[in-house]
């Protein structure tokens, strides 16, 4: 097996898309919830639900709770994908997610929500243009994360919160040339975030997210010890939220996904030959784009979502992601929330990730994906 197989095979199961996640910016979810999903992923300035905990934890203050408020659910993503023609099994994943908030006095606000945030894997009969008549490949990856979070009111206008993020990370591989088994690292970093209102119209939200670092993944082989490092992105993010008229809302949010820290080059400890020294994968940071629109209607409310971010894989580095195809830019998604009492309402949403496709600059290898997501969620408050 030659350093270029091998390099392409673990790029297969670190990089493809989310297995617990949503339709994705990369591999990062734009939201968390159907809730946030109809909303495009607009959700930084304004809370949809107590999944806000993963995105702004500064939000949960703005759900207008009176003692506590859970939201659960699950998602169905659909994401079609092929190398150089050949498509890939395994279409359909199950998403769980859930959070809970507690409005513990006027000021102070304590939550907890647990989600998947990447990872999925890939079932390829024949990935054409690495070695002629490549075997099968089947990878695996699975990232959750659970984070406990508070936010607090210095006063009527301005929001704080904080996050611990833990995540778990699982990780196995094997074609006909290798096997690396099942194995689960955990990780940890930290979200700060705030809102802000500027006037009864307008509020602003902004959040940082660290590094998650994760601990190497190793693997025991018959020649010795294969190890990665591979860390979560940091990230950063801005949001406008807007309520010209009663009942309706616009939000706009920007953000930058720092790739290139994490995914550009991954240093591999091996006991030689034909393991490679190192992962070139040449990921770019990536600005996504995201505005949400809802219009409350009585009991029922309707919302629309545009989603974009540029692709962090450039044609130059096709080759080196066979495995990946996180290719997906533009995101088009619809939500409807229906309020059953003053304390159960259900949201539905559904998203479709534009097909997009990537060559190789001077070479023929090509990736390909698409996505249909759909969410389903429950929230109880009282």
Same mark, same amino acid.
């Given at each position: 097996?030659?350093?270029?197989? +091998?390099?392409?095979?673990?790029?297969?199961? /670190?990089?493809? +898309?989310?297995?617990?996640?949503?339709?994705? #910016?990369?591999?990062?979810?734009?939201?968390?919830?159907?809730?946030?999903?109809?909303?495009?992923?607009?959700?930084?300035? $304004?809370? $949809?639900?107590?999944?806000? @905990?993963?995105?702004?934890?500064?939000?949960?203050?703005?759900?207008?709770?009176?003692? /506590?408020?859970?939201?659960?659910?699950?998602? %169905?993503?659909?994401?079609?994908?092929?190398?150089?023609?050949?498509?890939?099994?395994?279409?359909?994943?199950?998403?769980?997610?859930?959070?809970? /908030?507690?409005?513990?006095?006027?000021? %102070?606000?304590?939550?907890?929500?647990?989600?998947?945030?990447?990872?999925?894997?890939? #079932?390829?009969?024949?990935?054409?243009? @690495?070695?002629?008549?490549?075997?099968?490949?089947?990878?695996?990856?699975? @990232?959750?994360?659970?984070?406990?979070?508070?936010?607090?009111?210095?006063?009527?206008?301005?929001?704080?919160?904080?996050? !611990?993020?833990?995540?778990? $990370?699982?990780?196995?591989?094997?074609?006909?040339?290798?096997? !690396?088994? $099942?194995?689960?690292?955990?990780?940890?970093?930290?979200?700060?975030?705030?809102?802000?209102?500027?006037?009864?119209?307008?509020?602003?939200? +902004?959040?940082?997210?660290?590094?998650?670092? @994760?601990?190497?993944?190793?693997?025991?082989?018959?020649t010795g010890t294969v190890s990665f490092d591979m860390d979560m992105?940091?990230?950063?993010?801005?949001? +406008?939220?807007?309520?010209?008229?009663?009942?309706?809302?616009?939000?706009?949010?920007?953000?930058?996904i720092f790739f290139n820290d994490v995914m550009d080059r991954i240093?591999?400890?091996?006991?030689?030959?034909?393991?490679?020294?190192?992962?070139?994968?040449?990921?770019?940071?990536?600005?996504?784009?995201?505005?949400?629109?809802?219009?409350?209607?009585?009991?029922?409310?309707?919302?629309?979502?545009?989603?974009?971010?540029?692709?962090?894989?450039?044609?130059?580095?096709?080759?080196?992601?066979?495995?990946?195809?996180?290719?997906?830019?533009?995101?088009?998604?619809?939500?409807?929330?229906r309020k059953f009492s003053d304390k159960v309402s259900g949201s539905?949403?559904?998203?479709?990730?534009?097909? #997009?496709?990537?060559?190789?600059?001077?070479?023929?290898?090509?990736?390909?994906?698409?996505?249909?997501?759909?969410?389903?969620?429950?929230?109880?408050?009282?």
């Open positions: 097996m030659n350093k270029n197989y +091998l390099s392409v095979a673990v790029a297969t199961a /670190v990089l493809t +898309l989310a297995h617990n996640a949503y339709a994705t #910016n990369g591999d990062q979810m734009i939201a968390t919830s159907a809730a946030q999903a109809g909303m495009g992923g607009a959700t930084v300035a $304004q809370a $949809q639900d107590a999944l806000t @905990v993963l995105v702004n934890p500064a939000g949960m203050a703005d759900l207008d709770i009176k003692d /506590v408020r859970f939201d659960l659910g699950f998602g %169905l993503l659909n994401p079609p994908r092929e190398v150089n023609g050949n498509e890939s099994d395994s279409d359909w994943y199950m998403m769980p997610g859930g959070g809970a /908030v507690f409005n513990v006095n006027d000021r %102070l606000f304590l939550g907890m929500a647990l989600g998947g945030v990447a990872g999925m894997g890939v #079932n390829v009969a024949d990935i054409n243009g @690495v070695t002629a008549g490549t075997p099968p490949m089947v990878t695996t990856k699975q @990232v959750f994360r659970f984070t406990p979070a508070a936010a607090y009111k210095v006063n009527d206008a301005l929001t704080l919160g904080a996050s !611990l993020n833990i995540a778990n $990370q699982s990780l196995a591989m094997a074609n006909a040339n290798f096997s !690396l088994p $099942q194995n689960q690292q955990f990780g940890f970093g930290a979200t700060l975030g705030a809102t802000y209102k500027i006037n009864p119209k307008l509020q602003a939200g +902004l959040v940082w997210t660290s590094k998650t670092d @994760v601990a190497d993944m190793e693997y025991y082989t018959t992105p940091a990230s950063v993010a801005f949001g +406008l939220a807007f309520k010209p008229m009663p009942g309706l809302l616009v939000e706009a949010d920007i953000k930058r240093t591999v400890t091996t006991p030689g030959a034909p393991y490679p020294s190192a992962l070139t994968f040449g990921w770019d940071d990536q600005t996504v784009y995201s505005i949400g629109v809802k219009k409350d209607m009585g009991p029922m409310a309707i919302s629309v979502g545009y989603n974009y971010g540029k692709s962090p894989i450039g044609a130059e580095d096709v080759t080196s992601n066979l495995g990946s195809t996180a290719i997906v830019e533009h995101h088009l998604s619809f939500g409807l929330t539905f949403a559904y998203t479709h990730a534009f097909e #997009n496709e990537l060559t190789q600059s001077g070479g023929t290898n090509t990736i390909k994906i698409s996505q249909n997501q759909f969410n389903m969620n429950i929230a109880y408050k009282f």
